[in-house]
């Protein structure tokens, strides 16, 4: 029987591309001011550029998505020509601005009513890849919150999934995890053993042949009575 559900964030529960163009943009705008020497060298588009470079450069930083931005931020203003002191404090000011801006999304429709309904049930956390702050995002229906910058490797990898299993003493058939993302998500759940569940909003064929979902929706609300057949199984 299914007791705790576990959550990613990003385009599972609200859409990730405006909240990450808005945070940039505000990172931006502190840099314009602050920073101005930035506007010689840089632009948002080769701004961003560089973070993907150096991701590739230090692979064993790349999902650190925190801390790969601040040094991002710090090697850009390093670049254009401030000191050590100076570019350590714009890059940790600047990246303050990006993950205040962060926090502001927009919820899928339903999406939070969907949750209350839930926990009512279940237990609930989340399973993230991201830098989104269950603190800041009105979830308080969410009993942990899991970021896969805090281990070795970001989902698929098994870390954040057996830290989940570890913090609640459950096993994995106890666990049914929800999300958007067919391997970071659907394929790193199952390779642990937890039940599956696809958010598939847009309609895709699934093109996996290592597993397959255990349930599919297509609407956020379609998901306490999906979840309560799924568990009148057991």
């Known amino acids: 029987m299914i007791k705790l559900i576990t959550f990613d964030l990003d385009n599972t529960l609200w859409d990730s591309d405006p909240v990450i163009l808005s945070a940039e943009q505000a990172c ?55 000191d050590e002191t ?22 899928y429709p339903n999406a939070l009513d969907v949750l209350t309904r839930l926990s009512q049930k279940y237990q609930l956390a989340a399973l993230t890849n991201g830098n989104a702050n269950l603190a800041c995002l009105n979830l308080s229906m969410f009993e942990f919150g899991l970021n896969a910058e805090h281990f070795d490797a970001p989902k698929p990898a098994s870390y954040i999934f057996d830290a989940a299993l570890a913090k609640t003493g459950l096993t994995a058939k106890q666990v049914l995890h929800v999300g958007d993302h067919p391997e970071h998500d659907v ?11 696809w958010f598939n ?32 199984q057991f």
């Open 201 to 232: 909003q847009h309609g895709e064929a699934w093109q996996r042949s290592d597993c397959t979902p255990d349930l599919v929706v297509t609407k956020l609300e379609e998901l306490p009575e999906c979840i309560a057949s799924y568990n009148r």
């Open 187 to 197: 394929y790193g759940a199952h390779q642990v053993g937890m039940h599956t569940l």
């Open 86 to 107: 100076n570019a350590e404090q714009g890059s940790l000011d600047a990246f303050n601005a990006f993950i205040n801006e962060r926090q502001n999304v927009t919820y």
């Open 28 to 82: 931006w705008d502190y840099l314009a001011q602050h920073y101005p020497k930035v506007l010689n060298h840089f632009d948002k588009i080769s701004l961003r550029k560089l973070k993907f470079e150096l991701a590739d450069e230090l692979p064993a930083l790349a999902h650190k998505v925190s801390d790969i931005r601040i040094y991002c931020l710090k090697q850009a203003l390093l670049r254009c020509g401030y």
